[in-house]
């Protein structure tokens, strides 16, 4: 480990201060570092064995990633007349936001098959996310960022050791880059879209067993804000596996949010579209709102819609304005202080709610990032 990336943890383990990761947002980075500092210790100790590290990170795995709260939310309930509606509440996370779980699982994976570097590209929460389950792994992380993205969670990430390449273009582009770079360099890709796909999928589906764990069967319906798509299809084939072998009594349909017009998922399916088709870039135009949802190309899109169509699901569309509403909402009726683009899944489920009265019964949102 390089000396500047030591620096870095040093000044992360004894600041006073938790460091903001996404726009508005915290994660209590010194409170987790302090409280699992022996078993980072280990994971990044490479004269142990492998083994040693592994069941270390594990540790930190078991004990500080998902398994998230699910909250009933009464008031919500009462200002729409729906029955019953509970929060997936993924902003309890290291560092705020659903990405943890598939950032831990593939630096897991990394440590597992004898990487030394992971590398990908972001726009934000992504990169905060792996930055830190890197950290912890004493893995090198190289983030690719469009060049014309500029924002505080950049110097997190660096915080956090991350070594930053500005990439020409958008997103999209930075992506290929990314995934050019890790073949080059023989590097672990942890992109979306790529040969870990079925990693990522696993991971999010977790969501789904914790949530059948705590109503001990699948709820009527899921709502999940959407941009590339990998979380609700993980969800999907989450709950799919619990179907199959019989753990619940049904397959809840599957109910995808994003910005109005700006995500390729959710305007196939309106479109009734085959399959997904990319958006023109030029049309999108990213909002600190939105930003989380949108793109031009969902990388793991036909996996989304498809799943909103086998469960018999929907998808709706959200303004900055009716997201941001819904945020505030939420942190005065449930005590709950979410990023809007969490909303955006609600605002499905309740749109379809003021067209086609739902019937009586458990609904779940996944709220995906916390604002502080």
């Not at 600041?15 to 990761?21: A, I, M, N, R, V």
């Not at 672990?188 to 789904?208: F, S």
């Not at 088709?277 to 030029?282: A, H, I, K, M, Q």
Request: hydrophobic fraction near 35%.
């Amino acid at each position: 480990m390089n000396e500047k990336h030591d620096e870095n943890i040093n000044r992360i383990e004894y600041t006073e201060q938790p460091y903001d990761l996404i726009d508005g947002a915290t994660a209590e980075v010194f409170d987790f570092y302090r409280e699992l500092t022996k078993q980072r210790e280990v994971a990044v100790d490479k004269s142990l064995t492998l083994d040693e590290r592994i069941a270390a990170y594990e540790d930190i795995i078991d004990s500080e990633v998902g398994d998230t709260n699910l909250v009933r939310a009464r008031n919500i309930e009462r200002e729409f007349g729906i029955r019953q509606i509970y929060l997936k509440y993924e902003g309890g996370n290291p560092s705020g936001t659903q990405k943890d779980r598939i950032a831990f699982a593939q630096c897991n994976d990394a440590l597992r098959r004898g990487y030394d570097t992971i590398t990908f590209a972001t726009c934000g929460n992504y990169g905060v996310a792996i930055a830190l389950a890197a950290n912890f792994a004493g893995l090198k992380c190289i983030i690719h960022i469009p060049e014309n993205y500029h924002t505080k969670r950049i110097k997190e990430m660096a915080d956090l050791g991350a070594e930053i390449i500005r990439e020409p273009g958008d997103y999209e582009n930075a992506v290929f880059i990314s995934q050019e770079f890790a073949l080059k360099n023989e590097q672990y890709d942890a992109n979306p879209g790529g040969d870990n796909t079925i990693l990522q999928l696993k991971a999010y589906g977790e969501i789904a067993y914790e949530i059948y764990d705590d109503l001990r069967d699948a709820p009527s319906a899921i709502s999940i804000p959407v941009s590339n798509g990998t979380t609700l299809a993980g969800v999907y084939r989450g709950f799919l596996s619990l179907y199959r072998r019989g753990k619940t009594s049904r397959m809840p349909k599957i109910i995808a949010g994003s910005s109005i017009k700006k995500n390729p998922i959710v305007e196939a399916f309106l479109l009734n579209k085959e399959k997904c088709e990319d958006l023109r870039p030029e049309k999108i135009k990213e909002t600190k709102v939105n930003e989380p949802l949108v793109n031009w190309h969902s990388f793991d899109g036909d996996y989304a819609l498809e799943a909103i169509r086998n469960t018999k699901g929907w998808a709706g569309s959200a303004t900055d304005k009716e997201m941001t509403a819904l945020s505030k909402l939420i942190r005065e009726k449930e005590g709950l202080f979410v990023l809007p683009a969490s909303t955006a899944g609600l605002h499905a489920l309740i749109e379809k709610h003021k067209k086609d009265v739902l019937p009586s019964d458990r609904y779940v949102v996944l709220l995906t990032g916390r604002k502080s």
